[in-house]
């Protein structure tokens, strides 16, 4: 069965750090261009960023730069999205996205896309 599954949610202060995983099943992650987005309580579901078959070219939302790193291991089927100086805002559900193929990670462009597979979510909490 095709899967993209997130891990890596949970519970963290303002300034704290996590570190997100999405983990492929049943197809080869190198073959995608990955994305991550976010739902906060009573929002619309936003890009968070982009990330390149390769993993040499990335994208973030303004929100998030300089904050968020997004980074891939192809050996290990798995992309991660590391997160550092979070704030209460940050707080909502974590979803990847994987669309097959060379797609452009700059601006918000991925926000448009058509993917092929999307994970559950992980839940991100930020609060004290």
């Known amino acids: 069965q095709l899967q993209l599954v997130e891990s890596g949610g949970g519970l963290v202060e303002p300034g704290g750090s996590l570190r997100l995983s999405c983990a492929a099943s049943?197809?080869?992650?190198?073959?995608?261009?990955i994305a991550w987005f976010r739902r906060a309580p009573g929002k619309e579901r936003e890009g968070v960023s982009c990330i390149s078959r390769t993993g040499r070219v990335t994208a973030y939302a303004d929100s998030v730069k300089g904050r968020f790193t997004s980074s891939r291991d192809n050996a290990k089927n798995t992309v991660y999205l590391q997160m550092n100086s979070l704030k209460p805002e940050d707080t909502g559900v974590y979803y990847c996205a994987a669309v097959r193929g060379y797609y452009l990670c700059a601006g918000d462009t991925f926000n448009g896309y058509e993917y092929n597979y999307w994970g559950q979510g992980t839940q991100v909490t930020v609060s004290s």
């Open positions: 049943g197809f080869t992650l190198a073959d995608y261009t």
